[in-house]
């Protein structure tokens, strides 16, 4: 039976996980909202960048989309500086008996242990109260920091350390927000970014660094954050923005779950806005950037993961794999009990719905 969807919110992930609604005969797309006040009254498509029109028009309120009567809610809208809001209207469609899929609040990928309790409350009693389900990811925190590992370590017959990378250029990526408000590129190099504020990783890291611990079977006694930056040699532009001289111009950052005083599980970041700064650091296998399991056990693993697109670079490329991995959930997601659904609970996803079959 094909499931009625409806999308919030169509920026940079937001327009990709659009295009997959338009053109996955699995969906049938019945409202989108924006909270750009141009984007309202435009066609779904334009939206998504097809040359196609759905007769499906942007809205400008999450009343009206719900007033479409979606089965689920694909939900795309910024929650990493807007939290408590993206948390808001999570419970607003689970109150209505929507079911709700997306990338925020990134916090409730695995909200145990990270977010406060009776915030976790609050959104289980509007999924019991609407019947409904929400299930959050990304790429890392995503699949790539727990699905990834976690089939790997079911390999093992010993698991002494998980540690998983991402490692990108970033020069292309033109989200100034997430760019230079929460990461801090091109602040001065005194200045303590958002992102980097004590307990802001492992508050947004934690629910990976959790719920790798969960599938393992241990548990978490501490998180430890590091981070560290790299000034510009010189002043030069990138897609979010200007970098001047001697601002921070390159990050490297982990999140560290430690067990019995050893470090058990880590997700390290190294973020680049030019190829050549700090070549000591990690550096990715291929390209502008890629995502790397290593385990140490035994069997040990190094295992690297370049995503590639043929509409854009590794950072398109990346978003696009978020995106995947979203809307191919909403049929488990659907067949799911009410309440805040993990990886740890769906069944393995297998790629089922996406083989394109000539026609």
């Known amino acids: 039976m094909t499931i009625r969807v409806a999308q919030v919110a169509t920026g940079n992930a937001g327009r990709l996980t659009l295009r997959q609604l338009i053109a996955d005969d699995r969906f049938e797309l019945v409202a989108v909202s924006t909270s750009s006040p141009d984007k309202v009254g435009v066609d779904a498509g334009r939206l998504a960048g097809l040359d196609v029109t759905t007769g499906i028009v942007a809205v400008g309120s999450l009343d009206e989309l719900v007033a479409a009567a979606p089965d689920c809610v694909v939900y795309c809208a910024m929650g990493d500086t807007r939290p408590v809001e993206a948390t808001a209207d999570v419970r607003r469609l689970l109150e209505a008996g929507i079911d709700v899929v997306g990338s925020a609040p990134g916090t409730l990928q695995f909200p145990w242990g990270t977010m406060p309790q009776k915030v976790i409350d609050r959104v289980e009693e509007s999924a019991r109260a609407g019947g409904a389900t929400v299930y959050i990811t990304g790429v890392d925190p995503g699949f790539a920091s727990d699905l990834l590992p976690l089939a790997l370590a079911s390999t093992c017959q010993r ?9 990108a250029d970033y020069a292309t990526y033109d989200g100034a927000e997430v760019m230079f408000d929460l990461m801090g590129f091109g602040k001065p190099l005194g200045e303590t970014p958002l992102l980097f504020l004590p307990g802001v990783l492992g508050f947004a890291w934690g629910t990976a660094i959790r719920m790798m611990a969960a599938g393992l079977g241990i548990e978490v006694d501490e998180i430890v954050e590091h981070w560290e930056a790299e000034p510009a040699p010189e002043s030069y532009d990138i897609a979010a923005g200007r970098i001047e001289q001697g601002t921070i111009a390159a990050l490297k950052f982990s999140i560290t779950g430690m067990v019995s005083g050893r470090p058990a599980i880590v997700v390290q970041h190294v973020t680049r806005t030019r190829d050549d700064l700090r070549p000591d650091w990690a550096r990715p ?3 502008g950037g890629s995502y790397r399991v290593e385990i140490t056990g035994e069997p040990s693993y190094v295992v690297d993961i370049v995503p590639s697109s043929e509409h854009g670079d590794h950072n ?14 909403i049929p488990d997601v659907r067949a799911a009990a009410p309440g805040i659904v993990t990886t740890l609970d769906l069944p393995l996803p297998t790629g089922r719905g996406t083989v394109a079959v000539p026609r």
């Open 159 to 167: 698991v002494e350390q998980i540690t998983c990378y991402e490692l």
């Open 285 to 287: 296998a291929s390209g």
């Open 316 to 329: 398109h490329a990346a978003i696009v794999a978020a995106c995947g991995r979203i809307v191919n959930a």
